[in-house]
């Protein structure tokens, strides 16, 4: 990953400055599901309208700060992930530049577009979620389960058997869509290999009268980039489904479970409802990680590619320019 950092090293400041905003938009959101609590339990249910009204405004301020947090979020890991996508396609582009004839036929003229192109890109869209999305999963992941822990011990156990089963969805599906995406990557580069031959030769194309031919060969590439898309998708979108039903079953017990309590007088309603809030929020980090997970495979196939050639030594150096 050497030649990643070593791109995102001169806006290490933006990065620092997405991640003190995304730790501070995160414990804001961990805090006021328990303002919330607070305002149903000490306001509502005593009927006491001035403690309403105080944690009402202190809830109105937090709020205010998580706006101005994903405000700053979105604007630095913006400007982060796209200078650093620009930075690596120019690396990219003088690494060529030094390239022989036969170094541009090792790897194909199809593919070195596709890796400037696609391949950064893909990087740049992994580093932005990544800013964006990794960086609050642990804080609202373990932040949640100890506020869960927080309102009611009992009720937590809900989370023994929500999380691990979760987290093995995940594992097992990204593991599984790896090597497609890995194919779809390789088959971006054939795609442009067809349709450059047919731009450059459209000529000799016409004269020969083999319009038909190069359609049809077009086509075969084109379906075949449709075959393993939708396989590696469908590995991919069957995630969001099993872990809706596991969010939306695991909500179901802990209203059924909450309701035995507050019958019990084990807790009270403002407890459960911070206790959902927390459950959805822990749930809602590990899916937001999942979706990370869809990019991660492409991501990492990309990283690869792009590596072979900025590690690439040409067979043709310019002594002059190395002397310089």
């Given at each position: 990953?050497?030649?990643?950092?070593?791109?995102?090293?001169?806006?290490?400041?933006?990065?620092?400055?997405?991640v003190?905003?995304?730790a501070?938009?995160?414990?804001?959101?961990?805090?006021?599901?328990?303002?919330n609590?607070?305002?149903?339990?000490?306001?509502?249910?005593?009927?006491?309208?001035?403690?309403?009204?105080?944690?009402?405004?202190?809830?109105?301020?937090?709020?205010?700060?998580?706006?101005?947090?994903?405000?700053?979020?979105?604007?630095?890991?913006?400007?982060?992930?796209?200078?650093?996508?620009?930075?690596?396609?120019?690396?990219?582009?003088?690494?060529?530049?030094?390239?022989?004839?036969?170094?541009?036929?090792?790897?194909?003229t199809p593919?070195?577009?596709?890796?400037?192109?696609?391949?950064?890109?893909?990087?740049?869209?992994?580093?932005?979620?990544?800013?964006?999305?990794?960086?609050?999963?642990?804080?609202?992941?373990?932040?949640?389960?100890?506020?869960?822990?927080?309102?009611?011990?009992?009720?937590?156990?809900?989370?023994?058997?929500v999380?691990?089963?979760i987290?093995?969805?995940?594992?097992?599906?990204?593991?599984?869509?790896?090597?497609?995406?890995?194919?779809?990557q390789?088959?971006?580069?054939?795609?442009?290999?067809?349709?450059?031959?047919?731009?450059?030769?459209?000529r000799?194309?016409?004269?020969?009268?083999r319009?038909d031919?190069?359609?049809?060969?077009?086509?075969?590439?084109?379906?075949?980039?449709?075959?393993?898309?939708?396989?590696?998708?469908?590995?991919?979108?069957?995630?969001?489904?099993l872990?809706?039903?596991?969010?939306?079953?695991?909500?179901?017990?802990?209203?059924?479970?909450?309701?035995?309590?507050?019958?019990?007088?084990?807790?009270?309603?403002?407890?459960?409802?911070?206790?959902?809030?927390?459950?959805?929020?822990?749930?809602?980090?590990?899916?937001?990680?999942?979706?990370?997970?869809?990019?991660?495979?492409?991501?990492?196939?990309?990283?690869?590619?792009?590596?072979?050639?900025?590690?690439?030594?040409?067979?043709?150096?310019?002594?002059?320019?190395?002397?310089?």
């Amino acid at each position: 990953m050497k030649n990643f950092l070593k791109f995102l090293k001169p806006y290490r400041w933006w990065v620092v400055l997405t991640v003190i905003f995304i730790a501070l938009q995160s414990l804001s959101d961990l805090y006021l599901p328990d303002l919330n609590a607070t305002i149903i339990d000490r306001g509502v249910m005593r009927g006491d309208v001035k403690t309403i009204l105080i944690f009402g405004a202190v809830m109105l301020g937090v709020a205010l700060l998580v706006g101005v947090c994903t405000l700053g979020t979105t604007y630095f890991s913006t400007k982060a992930s796209l200078a650093y996508g620009r930075d690596m396609r120019l690396a990219l582009f003088t690494k060529v530049q030094s390239f022989s004839q036969s170094d541009l036929d090792h790897f194909g003229t199809p593919s070195l577009i596709t890796r400037t192109t696609n391949d950064v890109n893909q990087l740049q869209q992994m580093m932005q979620m990544l800013l964006r999305t990794i960086i609050p999963t642990p804080i609202l992941l373990f932040g949640g389960i100890i506020m869960c822990l927080k309102q009611d011990v009992q009720l937590s156990k809900i989370l023994l058997f929500v999380v691990p089963i979760i987290a093995v969805v995940v594992v097992v599906t990204t593991k599984k869509s790896h090597p497609w995406f890995k194919k779809q990557q390789t088959q971006v580069d054939k795609l442009n290999q067809v349709l450059r031959e047919k731009l450059s030769g459209i000529r000799v194309i016409r004269a020969f009268v083999r319009t038909d031919y190069e359609e049809a060969r077009y086509d075969r590439e084109n379906q075949e980039m449709l075959k393993i898309a939708v396989h590696a998708h469908k590995l991919m979108t069957a995630l969001m489904p099993l872990v809706s039903l596991v969010m939306n079953g695991a909500t179901l017990a802990a209203y059924y479970m909450g309701a035995i309590r507050i019958d019990s007088f084990g807790m009270e309603i403002g407890a459960l409802t911070a206790f959902v809030t927390y459950l959805m929020q822990i749930l809602m980090s590990i899916m937001a990680s999942s979706m990370m997970m869809n990019m991660i495979p492409r991501a990492m196939t990309s990283v690869g590619r792009i590596n072979e050639v900025l590690d690439y030594e040409p067979s043709i150096r310019d002594e002059g320019a190395r002397a310089e």
